[in-house]
């Protein structure tokens, strides 16, 4: 008997499910590295723990204003389309950043602005590539799909920090704004390569209100999807802000450079790699929340432990344990909206959830920016963690998370 093909390989034979994958791997790359190099560059100028956190803020603010639009879009238009004017605004961006940092006229607020059109080109990309790629591979091999996508994410994690801080102490800010710029142009050649099926979402006679109250209602009936919605807002406001202050705990508390710093950013990618890894190959796997709240309750530990290490191994281990953790949340997260799910409906349910996250990431890490800067960062960071593991619970209790298994529901109408 032939032995079976593993599920990794399975999806990777599928030309266009590469091609699509290789998009995200660039695109992750390049935002790993904008956000770690434009980090460095506000932390050195302002010494400021709540401008150091502005960053991820500004990052994170367009998402409730554009989620629920950016579903939409994903259902109404060509999705190629989508993605190809994504890229077109992440390239112009770092153009524009590029241009001031050779003139030396680059002042915080031109940081903020491009972090914002970042967010943006991200809440325009993530519906449509993600709901094209389960019309591509199909429901059968979504979760090996998914956690190949989540390996995107952390080889991101790693390569692009890692690259990101290397650059900055050879050739200074604009080299690495410069090489920032050059993944954009490549990236925008190959989204015109990309072959996508036709999106299977809203019908044209449906207003925009009535799709958004549609996705609105879904959720509300559906206590899986209300779960992880909670505990995405618990993660994107207690747990990931966290990482937005490695640059400052790298330098002030740990004492190492750039280089060492990107480095230390980098720690997540490469436990997520692993765990992402084993993901990619598991076959029928159905208790997704399971997966998604224990991955969560993970991170939010490490947190706790990694800001009051004093040795920089050891904090780079905890990171990399945490990383673990964060390959089950982000796999199952967007495996559950998928899954949990009307057809019809993945695309808006996709834009809700960036609703989700755009609302509670700036807000949580205004609060802890805010409370670093009257304390310190490390009882900041401690206080949040805390408070997340203890709403983890309610997730548990009261939703059917952790009993019950992600499966389309039938259509809403």
Same mark, same amino acid.
């Not at 990383?323 to 996709?350: E, K």
């Given at each position: 008997?032939?032995?079976?093909?593993a599920?990794?390989?399975?999806?990777?034979?599928?030309?266009?499910?590469?091609?699509?994958?290789?998009?995200g791997?660039?695109?992750?790359?390049?935002?790993?590295?904008?956000?770690?190099?434009?980090?460095?560059?506000?932390?050195?100028?302002?010494?400021?723990?709540?401008?150091?956190?502005?960053?991820?803020?500004?990052?994170?603010?367009p998402?409730?204003l554009?989620?629920?639009?950016?579903?939409?879009?994903?259902?109404?238009?060509?999705?190629?389309?989508?993605?190809?004017?994504?890229?077109?605004?992440?390239?112009?961006?770092?153009?524009?950043?590029?241009?001031?940092?050779?003139?030396?006229?680059?002042?915080?607020?031109?940081?903020?602005?491009?972090?914002?059109?970042?967010?943006?080109?991200?809440?325009?990309?993530?519906?449509?590539?993600?709901?094209?790629?389960?019309?591509?591979?199909?429901p059968?091999?979504?979760?090996?799909?998914l956690?190949?996508?989540?390996?995107?994410?952390?080889?991101?994690?790693?390569?692009?920090?890692?690259?990101?801080?290397?650059?900055?102490?050879?050739?200074?800010?604009?080299?690495?704004?410069?090489?920032?710029?050059?993944?954009?142009?490549?990236?925008?050649?190959?989204?015109?390569?990309?072959?996508?099926?036709?999106?299977?979402?809203?019908?044209?006679?449906?207003?925009?209100?009535?799709?958004?109250?549609?996705?609105v209602? @879904?959720?509300?009936?559906?206590?899986?999807? !209300? %779960?992880? /919605?909670?505990?995405?807002? $618990?993660?994107? +406001?207690?747990?990931? &802000?966290?990482?937005?202050?490695?640059?400052?705990?790298?330098?002030?508390?740990?004492?190492?450079?750039?280089g060492?710093?990107?480095l230390?950013?980098?720690?997540?990618?490469?436990?997520?790699?692993?765990?992402?890894?084993?993901?990619?190959?598991?076959?029928?796997l159905?208790?997704?929340?399971?997966?998604?709240?224990?991955?969560?309750?993970?991170?939010?530990?490490?947190?706790?432990?990694?800001v009051?290490?004093?040795?920089?191994?050891l904090?780079?281990?905890?990171?990399?344990?945490?990383?673990?953790?964060q390959?089950?949340?982000?796999?199952?997260?967007s495996?559950?909206?998928?899954?949990?799910?009307?057809?019809?409906?993945?695309s808006?349910?996709?834009?809700?959830?960036? @609703?989700?996250?755009?609302?509670?990431?700036? !807000? %949580?890490? /205004?609060?802890?920016?805010? $409370?670093?800067? +009257?304390?310190?960062? &490390?009882?900041?960071?401690?206080?949040?963690?805390?408070?997340?593991?203890?709403?983890l619970?309610?997730?548990?209790?009261?939703?059917?998370?952790?009993?019950?298994?992600?499966?389309?529901?039938?259509?809403?109408?």
């Amino acid at each position: 008997m032939k032995p079976q093909r593993a599920p990794i390989l399975n999806v990777l034979r599928d030309a266009d499910f590469r091609m699509i994958w290789c998009v995200g791997g660039l695109s992750e790359v390049a935002r790993w590295m904008e956000q770690l190099v434009l980090s460095l560059l506000i932390w050195e100028v302002t010494r400021s723990p709540f401008q150091l956190a502005l960053v991820l803020v500004f990052n994170n603010a367009p998402r409730p204003l554009c989620g629920p639009f950016t579903g939409l879009l994903a259902d109404r238009f060509s999705r190629r389309r989508v993605l190809f004017g994504a890229q077109c605004l992440a390239t112009s961006t770092a153009m524009g950043l590029l241009f001031t940092l050779i003139s030396g006229t680059i002042q915080p607020w031109h940081v903020y602005l491009a972090v914002a059109l970042m967010g943006i080109t991200k809440a325009l990309e993530d519906p449509s590539r993600r709901t094209a790629i389960l019309d591509i591979v199909g429901p059968q091999r979504l979760v090996n799909a998914l956690s190949l996508d989540g390996m995107n994410h952390t080889i991101g994690k790693v390569l692009g920090p890692l690259t990101g801080g290397t650059l900055v102490e050879a050739v200074g800010y604009t080299g690495a704004c410069g090489c920032i710029l050059a993944i954009h142009v490549i990236n925008l050649g190959l989204v015109t390569r990309l072959r996508i099926p036709p999106s299977q979402g809203v019908q044209q006679g449906d207003s925009i209100w009535r799709s958004l109250v549609m996705a609105v209602r @879904v959720a509300r009936h559906s206590p899986l999807v !209300l %779960g992880m /919605l909670y505990v995405t807002v $618990v993660m994107n +406001a207690l747990a990931f &802000p966290t990482r937005q202050f490695i640059p400052a705990i790298g330098s002030e508390y740990l004492g190492v450079g750039a280089g060492l710093v990107g480095l230390l950013a980098a720690a997540e990618g490469f436990g997520q790699l692993i765990a992402s890894s084993m993901l990619a190959n598991t076959r029928n796997l159905r208790h997704h929340g399971r997966v998604f709240v224990a991955g969560s309750a993970l991170v939010l530990l490490i947190a706790v432990l990694f800001v009051w290490a004093p040795w920089y191994v050891l904090a780079f281990a905890l990171l990399a344990i945490g990383g673990c953790g964060q390959a089950g949340f982000s796999t199952m997260q967007s495996t559950i909206t998928m899954l949990g799910a009307p057809p019809a409906m993945r695309s808006r349910m996709m834009g809700l959830l960036s @609703v989700c996250i755009g609302l509670s990431t700036p !807000l %949580g890490t /205004l609060e802890i920016g805010l $409370v670093a800067a +009257a304390f310190t960062i &490390p009882a900041a960071i401690t206080v949040n963690a805390l408070a997340g593991l203890l709403l983890l619970w309610p997730a548990v209790t009261l939703t059917p998370l952790v009993r019950r298994s992600a499966t389309s529901p039938p259509s809403v109408h």
